[in-house]
């Protein structure tokens, strides 16, 4: 079946550690993007890629970092020097051209 | 700024009943406007999506309308159902954003049996 696969479902971090998320996709979509969704709240875009070794800040992109090494595969690393990363992150594709997003299924992502 | 906004946060109904939920953004200028559907601890599935030249999309029960220069946006649902609970979001593509989206807080919609 193609679809966007998000790990893990859950992550937790120690004070001063980094983490990294995963997001693969079959669909071979060029675009790929990692949202930040907090409660109650609607979804801010954090980073975006349009293409393989390519990528752009979205509206909250301080604290984090990405790679798009691979068309599949676009990993979210959340850095010690974000200070409040208690939150739902999803991550989402859309072929070159198309407007509908596909997303993938989440991962919370809690401080200890 | 683009901004968006739900109203009302929440809503409960009773089964059968039609509904309208809202959206509202304060810029016109938009390329698009999606409705996505999210269920509790999971991913947004898109239900409709509507081109700033049209004026309304349909699925099924569900029905979208747009209108561009109030900035407003309803979601219909006809003869509601429990398996609707859920919470809705839209969206608004900002034209000429390299298809960034902006997201407005949600409607969380209860419909009890």
């Known amino acids: 079946d193609g679809g966007i696969t998000q790990s893990p479902k859950y992550l937790f971090r120690k004070e001063g550690q980094n983490v990294t998320l995963s997001c693969e996709q079959n669909?071979?979509?060029?675009?790929m993007y990692w949202y930040r969704q907090d409660p109650g709240q609607g979804l801010r875009l954090i980073y975006y890629?349009?293409?393989?070794?390519?990528?752009q800040k979205g509206d909250i992109a301080e604290g984090y970092s990405v790679s798009r090494e691979k068309k599949e595969s676009f990993p979210l690393t959340v850095t010690s020097a974000q200070k409040n990363p208690t939150a739902f992150y999803l991550c989402?594709?859309?072929?070159?051209?198309?407007?509908?997003?596909?997303f993938g299924s989440g991962t919370q992502l809690s401080v200890l | 700024k683009q901004e968006v906004t739900q109203i009302p946060a929440a809503l409960s109904v009773p089964e059968g009943e039609n509904l309208v939920l809202n959206c509202s953004f304060t810029?016109?200028?938009?390329?698009?406007l999606q409705w996505f559907r999210q269920d509790p601890g999971k991913g947004l599935t898109s239900l409709l999506l509507i081109q700033s030249s049209q004026r309304e999309q349909t699925s099924g029960r569900l029905n979208a309308s747009l209108d561009k220069s109030s900035g407003r946006s309803t979601l219909y649902i006809a003869a509601s159902q429990p398996g609707d609970s859920a919470t809705y979001l839209c969206?608004?593509?900002?034209?000429?954003?390299?298809?960034?989206?902006?997201f407005g807080s949600g409607t969380q919609l209860t419909v009890l049996p």
């Open positions: 890629s349009q293409i393989v070794n390519d990528f």
């Open positions: 989402a594709s859309n072929p070159q051209g198309g407007e509908k997003l596909f």
């Open positions: 669909l071979n979509h060029d675009a």
């Open positions: 969206a608004v593509t900002i034209a000429g954003s390299a298809r960034q989206l902006t």
């Open positions: 810029d016109s200028a938009i390329y698009n």
